[in-house]
């Protein structure tokens, strides 16, 4: 069975830091590239980061550039998004994702549409 299992969450004060983990089971997870997308209080789901099977390729939201850092360990199966300088308005539920397919794009890599398995999410909230 494939699962996706999201934990770090928290409450935090703008200015900390967190870092998210997705530990994967069921696949082999260096077989695909994986995202963070998150849902804002009241709004729709939004792209956060990815990143390609081996960690060397990786695209951002613009509004987390330079703040998040999405990262990968294939031997321990998990994938990683470090925050810093959180704001307010990072508050979210957090969901890490599988590609569905092998490669990422420019073209693919930011629809939710192309992510086949979901975790159930990390609640991240940032007080001001």
């Known amino acids: 069975q494939v699962q996706l299992v999201e934990s770090g969450g928290g409450l935090v004060q703008a200015g900390d830091s967190l870092r998210l983990s997705c530990v994967a089971s069921g696949y082999i997870v260096g077989q695909y590239p994986m995202g963070w997308f998150r849902r804002p209080p009241g709004k729709e789901r939004e792209f956060v980061a990815a990143v390609n099977t081996d960690g060397g390729a990786t695209w951002y939201a613009e509004a987390v550039k330079g703040r998040f850092t999405i990262s990968r360990d294939n031997a321990k199966n998990t994938v990683y998004l470090q925050m810093n300088s959180l704001k307010p308005e990072d508050t979210a539920g957090y969901f890490c994702?599988?590609?569905?397919?092998?490669?990422?794009?420019?073209?693919?890599?930011?629809?939710?549409?192309?992510?086949?398995?979901w975790g159930q999410g990390t609640q991240v909230t940032v007080s001001s």
């Open positions: 994702a599988r590609f569905a397919g092998s490669y990422l794009s420019d073209y693919t890599t930011r629809s939710a549409g192309n992510y086949a398995v």
